[in-house]
């Protein structure tokens, strides 16, 4: 059981997590032309964040918000 403010936080940070690491991977995507080490690790580090991301919504997806009412 979660309460609605850690429902919010999880909630927010899937986001963040799905849309930051699309960019990175994008990013790394457009540097891989001239330096293709970095630009690689970019799209590997990206592709991770996002599929954490992509993970914690299942995540939430299991969480119950709780009963408590005070």
Not at 8 to 34: N, P
């Amino acid at each position: 059981m979660a309460s609605l403010k850690a429902l919010a936080r999880v909630e927010a940070l899937v986001w963040v997590l799905i849309y930051g690491g699309l960019l990175t991977l994008v990013l790394g995507l457009a540097v891989r032309r001239s330096a293709s080490g970095l630009g690689s690790g970019l799209v590997c580090v990206g592709a991770v964040v996002a599929a954490v991301g992509a993970l914690l919504i299942y995540v939430r997806s299991r969480l119950k918000e709780s009963d408590d009412k005070k």
